[in-house]
């Protein structure tokens, strides 16, 4: 199929990858040029301007945040540039208003929607192990399917409305971080106590936490590697940001997401923003001080 | 073999027969006799006292909290009654305060002991398939490492110092405790906007968070079905209440921990205490009115 | 002197009668009319539009929030009505980025501006009683100063950036809320102790806590009387709110707000909220069931 | 009158010598001599032993903790040597369990027992300004008044159970840490936002905030100046721990309390102990990374 791809980030370079192995034409085009050369090189056409990429018969999308999203589609225009009936799959991670608003936009222009934000870090993206949410009307679902199956190793239908995959995006997120935290805790008692956090984590991940969103923070905790991000802290802030203000929008009190932003903040407030969310081990270690106890 | 297995609530009775049909001749007692019967009928020795229950080469024991092993060990003096060099296989979950002390007080006496906590419920342990974490000296673990094989699908070997089990089970019993309250959080959040709680779980713990942890818990969050109870409430209190005495012990600060005792007490509070700590989620939804709402 | 008012809220109309009080001529306006009724009888003369309200040497306004504030002023385009030279002093709680934004708007238009947040209530207000905080250049501050006189006890100079008085008030009724959540946990202790909240309350506001900002919310506390609302509940929690916007913009954790949100939305989640935000208590109460126990 | 005084710590040491100068007779003891020499030469007896203290009318205590308590009434056996009919006035802030079985103790011996927990810093004590909580038989706490009233500004009765007393200490206790830690996030906010923390909590102290419980902290936050200690990190630890065993037992939640007791974690696990609580603005400052960061 001819589909075009729009924000060539680590995640949408490996999507849109996925796309062109599977066997489609894909035209691409990145805010920032030098990312679209690697795609290139893979076969994809490279639109020179963002309105020469939604010509096709579904436009992928991969920006970071709700502005950036925002900016292309509503105040750049593009949602004006693309053909009555084509489909939209956006699949950043944005806000519940937001999520209504730009469905609402694609309906005044005749335009088709898919909200489906991902579950996965870039090499999960790359080995098209994806998990995708996917809301809409079913039957442009259903017309998307084959090409969401070359980018995700699983596909959970949401239904119609399309806020309702951001919405269930932004409460996995915060689940992840409360993962996080939880790991972050229980080993800095665990070293207070003198089992070290990777023979900690080892026992964990290996029963009970068994599970993806565990297992690869945990590396992370063990070996004090944040850097280089797989997720980065800014991004994760943003998020535990979006699951409050979705919160706050039908007044849910959300106790442990506002323990989250905080200890993500600590985080943040030291200066550094290229490392992973992960970080938050650190900041449980550094309130104990570990560190400076020998611990 | 021919040991002991002291402490037969659902756990313990679960676990003993589990010995019982790997061919151990296995005397068993418990301070109410009803639980007896259906291991006597599985071929078990019922002991009248406690101190029959000891006379083999292990004893394993599975008793509720600190409280009922001070009591037994210490205070009724079973310790007292066993054979130097005989092993003792402690299962409870217990403080690190105690774990030491214990440790101490067999040392002292010449008495082998092991720390054992699980990971499991009921239905695992009926199964076979607890995570049994050892800590001990090494050749004592080796020596009864077969009759932990007969009750657990794994073996975790943590280390000479019997309390080092005890703080990985803290540390992890703790983790579930927050992995339950994400999910309670979480869904509470899906449900205020339309994404009913068995949806938005199902999809998590069938991506990100496919293990243990999560599904059962899962399944009973979905279902507002908290009763009977798998890991019961006051159980729950307590333990979170061990890994905050753990913690306070090293000055270690658990934000996380914190928040879990206080939910928990709201739940406490109600009155109710034969419910799973899967309750949880009914707090989170109450705080938020959804019933009230119709949400 | 001939000044104007915007705004006749409770808070407002309390202020402007002082004015009128202390001889000047007040000018006022009010979106919805009725409240310019009980001001024309104490003397003053109302605007038709509001734009009739800035024409004399000073123009005061106490408007609800940001988006009254932003609506009045710029999008309505207010400012642009103001003579060059002319004082605006405004006595709105808004955001950090707001007062930054609005002071700017004035210089650009060579208007004069001070930020003067308000500590009190409507009856302090109306007894002349008001903390009265000031920011701006310190002539322009000087110039108002004997008409903040006439509406408070004390007027605190902050310097001149405006938007430092705008941060003072902020954190500071974040105390007051910080301080009505205290009351609240440490009177739920007290009654599950036999110790009635009135009791213990008169103990603290008549020793360590004999301070305004306790003593009016102990009293609405021990006699569980949270309507009418002195403060209400949503502008409550919107001053949260703003806490936590001018934390986020200078990435400073603050733990003890984040627990202020959730408490207040918890409360709103009911939907009540023409109520005090000293329902705090019953929040903390109804954790505790304590009325269900009978405490 | 003919009284005893037990434990000369820097409150003990202020008390008695009020009782002296009131005139009584008043013979001292103390674990460590030391303490009694300045007490002697105010004119009091030094008792060799504990029990040649209990020897008149009343006999006032004022230990550190429940162990102390415990220690010299209980396990040194000096109820034992009090005469049927002597009033004992106990001063030490202790857990409420403690509180009821010192009581008991009391009554079995046919001894009168009044729990009266002050508040108050040494300062106060030395001044006779200390507010002092009085439970018990109402005779016998009207026939020590005049002794109480030597040491303290204000007797405040509660009533006959004298756990009541201790209930409302902690609580009280509770109300100060909180206190204490709104100052700590209010200012790093303020000062992030380049409001010096003196004059921030000027503002507030001189207007909303105009009570003892602030004005003294105050005063230490803006010069972080905390030590020496007015009340030391460990104590301030040790009562959010009696304040959170004292919800416990009644199963009320109090997540303001879990959130001190973190960060009061935080504070000591630096290893510092000889220093204020009021530390707990250096905590919040440093999770803003506000000296790093020149703010």
Redesign the interface.
């Known amino acids: 199929m001819k589909v075009g791809f729009i924000g060539l980030g680590a995640m949408g370079s490996a999507m849109a990858s996925n796309l062109l192995k599977a066997g489609h034409e894909v035209t691409v085009w990145n805010r920032s040029p030098a990312a679209t050369e690697p795609l290139a090189s893979l076969g994809a056409k490279v639109a020179k301007s963002a309105d020469r990429a939604v010509l096709g018969d579904v436009v992928f999308s991969m920006l970071a945040n709700d502005q950036a999203v925002r900016d292309v589609f509503l105040t750049d225009g593009l949602l004006d540039a693309m053909d009555k009936g084509m489909v939209h799959v956006n699949h950043a991670t944005i806000s519940?208003a937001l999520a209504r608003e730009i469905a609402a936009e694609h309906a005044q222009r005749g335009l088709e929607y898919v909200a489906a934000p991902v579950?996965g870090r870039p090499d999960a993206a790359a080995a098209g192990r994806l998990?995708i949410?996917a809301a809409g009307k079913p039957a442009v679902v259903a017309r998307v399917h084959p090409l969401l199956e070359a980018m995700g190793s699983?596909v959970?239908p949401?239904?119609n409305?399309p806020?309702?995959a951001n919405?269930?995006k932004?409460?996995?997120n915060?689940?992840?971080c409360?993962?996080i935290?939880?790991?972050a805790?229980?080993?800095?008692?665990?070293r207070?106590?003198?089992?070290g956090a990777a023979?900690?984590l080892e026992?964990?991940t290996?029963?009970?936490?068994?599970?993806?969103?565990?297992q690869g923070y945990a590396k992370l905790i063990a070996e004090q590697r944040y850097s280089p991000a797989g997720f980065a802290l800014p991004l994760g802030y943003k998020d535990i940001?979006l699951?409050l203000s979705?919160?706050?929008a039908?007044?849910?009190?959300?106790?442990?997401?506002?323990?989250l932003?905080?200890?993500l903040?600590?985080a943040?407030?030291?200066?550094v923003e290229d490392v992973d969310w992960a970080i938050l081990a650190q900041v449980?270690a550094r309130?104990?001080?570990?560190d400076?106890?020998g611990?």
Chains 1, 2, 3, 4 share one sequence.
Not at 185 to 190: N, P
Request: hydrophobic letters at 55%.
């Open positions: 519940v579950f998990n949410l699983r959970w949401l239904g409305a806020e309702r919405v269930v932004i409460a996995g915060f689940m992840i409360a993962a935290e939880s790991m805790e229980a080993s800095a008692l665990a207070a106590h003198g089992v023979d900690f026992v964990m290996g029963s009970l936490f068994a599970a993806p969103a565990y940001g699951a979705a919160a706050d039908t007044r849910v009190p959300l106790p442990l997401a506002g323990l932003r905080d200890n903040l600590e943040l407030s030291s200066g449980a309130r104990a001080h570990l400076e106890r611990l």
